[in-house]
């Protein structure tokens, strides 16, 4: 049996879906790493984290910031369902710049009451955004 030549990618947000069509490939941020999927990949399924999307589109490469959710593999299909998505003309970069510094402020807020896995999150969800509008 021959492998597929492309990879039918579908990228769904709660609210939308944000992508459906063809690919060569995509990289998605797996629970445990980035993840680079080709055509004929073994199945698995994945936890996603905050991170970057990305795939080739009409010779350039499309990034998306996505929060966590998960991503079910396919030989020849990739489904990505994350509970947010945002292109880079979506992210406000102040916005993403004051939420960086907040959460680095939280973290280093000696408060009992500090909730150091939000700041965290906050954290992760800032950089990547600001890695997008860079």
């Known amino acids: 049996m021959a492998l597929p030549e492309a990879i039918q990618l579908e990228i769904v947000a709660p609210d939308r879906l944000v992508f459906s069509g063809e690919v060569q490939e995509v990289t998605i941020p797996g629970a445990e790493g980035y993840l680079g999927i080709l055509p004929g990949h073994a199945p698995l399924l994945s936890e996603l984290k905050t991170g970057i999307i990305s795939y080739p589109e009409g010779g ?14 396919l030989p020849g299909r990739v489904i990505v369902l994350a509970e947010e ?28 009451g500090t909730d150091y896995q939000a700041a965290l999150t ?3 969800q800032a950089s990547a955004r600001l890695q997008l509008v860079d």
């Open 60 to 73: 350039d490469r499309v990034q998306l910031f996505c929060s966590s959710g998960f991503a079910e593999v």
């Open 85 to 112: 998505v945002e292109s880079p003309e979506q992210i406000d970069g102040s916005q993403a710049q004051a939420d960086k510094e907040k959460a680095e402020q939280m973290l280093r807020s000696r408060d009992p």
């Open 122 to 124: 906050l954290l992760e």
